[in-house]
């Protein structure tokens, strides 16, 4: 939210840092028990907030 208070406000991408950690903490949890187990992939969500930073380009 510290974009919209600048000038001009600025786009930005919020990343859910709080539910990384906490996964992260669980694989690891996870790890130290079974530490030949396979490799795990995933994808939490993020949000883009397209504020005054972005415009298309300038054409003349």
């Known amino acids: 939210w510290e974009g919209a208070l ?14 990384l950690g906490t996964r992260a903490a669980e694989l690891i949890i996870e790890l130290i028990g079974k530490p030949d187990r396979p490799p795990v992939f995933e994808e939490l969500s993020d949000a883009l907030t397209v504020r005054g930073s972005c415009a298309p380009p300038v054409t003349s």
């Open 6 to 19: 600048l000038t001009p406000p600025l786009t930005t991408v919020s990343q859910p840092v709080e539910d």
